[in-house]
């Protein structure tokens, strides 16, 4: 019990320290479970009772690989969130890419980004979760059949308001 709350405690630093988000976390659904070789997932709810996914590797990780993650978890993305005081992180990061590869463009839009931006670094990452699409949370496991095992039974889903 007391580990929990120590566990809790330092996510909520994490967040502030990465994200500069000031979170507390209401419920643990899934605390540091295995999501790959490298990766930890953790799903919390904060006090507003709104899911988040946060994802710690000891490896770089790229925007695609943590789509991907999510994909294999059943977890549909509402937003991922910037590095703390980089809110347009992602846009310029892409541009970056975009540039080393195309160095004579002068004009680049947002439709030429849309790749590039899988392709920028991002770990931690800290995701709002749309819906959890079966019902079910899964982890990574060497050993299971698909390598994907139900870790947390949480059904959501966001609802948008016109």
């Known amino acids: 019990m007391i580990d929990d709350i120590v566990c ?3 996510l909520e630093r994490q967040l502030l320290a990465h994200f500069g988000m000031r979170y507390e976390v209401a419920k643990m659904l899934l605390r540091a479970a295995p999501v790959g070789g ?5 799903l919390f709810i ?3 009772q709104k899911p988040f996914v946060y ?3 000891k490896t770089k990780l790229q925007l695609a690989d943590v789509k991907k993650i999510l994909s294999h978890m059943g977890v549909k993305p509402a937003e991922f969130f ?3 005081g ?3 992180y992602f846009e310029r990061e892409a541009t970056k890419k975009f540039l080393e590869v195309f160095p004579g463009r002068k004009h680049v839009g947002s439709e030429d980004l849309i790749f590039y931006k899988t392709l920028v670094d991002y770990t931690p990452a800290l995701v709002q979760v749309a819906a959890v699409e079966t019902g079910v949370v899964k982890v990574y496991d060497e050993d299971a059949r698909g390598k994907w095992r139900p870790g947390a039974k949480f059904s959501y889903r966001q609802i948008k308001a016109k």
């Open 82 to 84: 910037p590095p703390k």
């Open 46 to 48: 904060n006090k507003e």
């Open 38 to 42: 490298s990766a930890v997932a953790t």
């Open 55 to 57: 994802i710690e590797s």
């Open 86 to 88: 980089k809110p347009d």
């Open 8 to 10: 809790d405690i330092d």
